[in-house]
């Protein structure tokens, strides 16, 4: 083989869960308690960036995180990540006869991977979703194996393996114990459902506490609410979601979304020591969300929150123009930066009747900025590169 240097960029998207992931029953395999369902978020907005590089002189796989190195021998997901693939690889190699010398040995070569977040890491916005997605697309883009890679993705981090499909995504919690059908299964691509809206409502972008790892084996040991929950709650709203996605029923979905939410911070709270994700900005948001459904009569808006103070707001296209002023009003910023990014918004009032109904204060600088976005693709190739 000659020296030279080949490389590949991808992207990947992030997702947020409408029916939680939260407790392991294996961590050596990162095989879950239940089930789980997301919907993976456009591109256009929030995105990993990966660039992978390998060469055979290369001595040792590397991984820079926003130009931060990261010490891969004490990151055991890592390590799993990069052996499960350059093991598919090999056997996919031998087994469809191509398994010559100089191609096994590639697959040994040492890698160089520079990874970027266009988006706040490590702030409840799965971070590591978008982040493990995008190093394992793009390794095996560059090993070229073929197949599902949801199961290799899964044990860098669980929430990953959503973020290989597009549109609406579940995680089948599976049965076996090696985890083999723990698997990532796309419900409905992103063009199902054009309409939907996700608004990211970006309140505090500092690191979190306790990270979602630690806080759910922490819910494990000491959650009975959560063993509850896991054996007689969540396949059935699985259920309901699946349909209420299919249907295209927002007002059943947004329901789901917002008890599933609730549901995750009450086993929080029913940890112990307790968990504390959500913050008085958090809890306005809700109010805000409630009041606004009350005063018009109908499910329009629906919050969802992970291990982070940051909302992820649902709506739909008809309505994404009445929330943007509800968000502009009630949440200004005092600093006079624009609030919102990505997709564009009309900020359109409600109406008097809706607004005096409402009932709520204005309540200045809750939020430092917010992200219309829509449903996206899977984890794409931006670049394929033999460079030298
Ligand atoms: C609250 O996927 O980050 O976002 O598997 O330990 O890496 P690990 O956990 P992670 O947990 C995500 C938890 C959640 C809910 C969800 O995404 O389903």
Not at 89 to 108: L, M, P, T, V
Not at 338 to 363: A, H, Y
Request: glycine share 6%; proline share 4%; hydrophobic share 35%.
């Amino acid at each position: 083989m000659s020296d030279e240097v080949l490389s590949v960029t991808v992207t990947a998207p992030t997702n947020i869960a409408i029916v939680k992931y939260w407790g392991k029953r294996c961590t050596k395999f990162n095989l879950p308690i239940n089930s789980s369902l997301s919907a993976t978020l456009s591109q256009d907005q929030l995105k990993t960036t990966t660039r992978i590089e390998t060469s055979p002189t290369f001595e040792e796989d590397e991984v820079w995180l926003h130009g931060k190195e990261q010490d891969i021998q004490k990151n055991q997901r890592l390590l799993n990540c990069f052996n499960n693939i350059r093991r598919l690889a090999r056997k996919q190699a031998i087994s469809g006869g191509e398994g010559s010398a100089d191609q096994i040995k590639f697959y040994s070569q040492k890698v160089q991977v520079h990874t970027e977040n266009n988006f706040p890491t490590a702030a409840g916005l799965a971070s590591s979703a978008s982040g493990y997605a995008a190093l394992v697309f793009g390794l095996g883009t560059l090993f070229k194996v073929q197949g599902d890679l949801t199961s290799i993705a899964r044990q860098g981090s669980g929430s990953a393996c959503r973020s290989l499909h597009g549109g609406f995504v579940e995680w089948q919690m599976g049965e076996q114990s090696d985890g083999e059908d723990s698997i990532g299964v796309q419900i409905a691509p992103e063009s199902h459902w054009p309409e939907l809206r996700i608004i990211v409502l970006v309140v505090n972008d500092a690191r979190k506490k306790v990270g979602s790892t630690e806080g759910m084996q922490s819910s494990v040991q000491t959650s009975t609410l959560l063993q509850y929950r896991s054996e007689k709650i969540v396949d059935e709203r699985i259920k309901q979601a699946k349909r209420a996605i299919i249907d295209k029923d927002f007002s059943l979905l947004a329901e789901i979304i917002m008890k599933e939410s609730n549901q995750l911070h009450a086993v929080c709270l029913d940890s112990f020591p307790p968990l504390h994700y959500l913050s008085n900005e958090s809890h306005t948001i809700m109010d805000l969300v409630h009041a606004y459904n009350k005063a018009t009569g109908c499910t329009r808006l629906a919050y969802t929150f992970d291990a982070g103070p940051n909302a992820c707001l649902f709506t739909m296209s008809t309505f994404v123009n009445e929330v943007a002023w509800l968000i502009e009003h009630y949440f200004p910023v005092e600093n006079g930066n624009k609030i919102f990014r990505g997709l564009e918004v009309d900020p359109v009032s409600p109406g008097d009747e809706v607004l005096n109904k409402l009932d709520m204060e204005i309540n200045p600088n809750v939020i430092k900025y917010a992200i219309h976005t829509r449903l996206g693709h899977p984890p794409k190739i931006e670049s394929a590169v033999n460079v030298s």
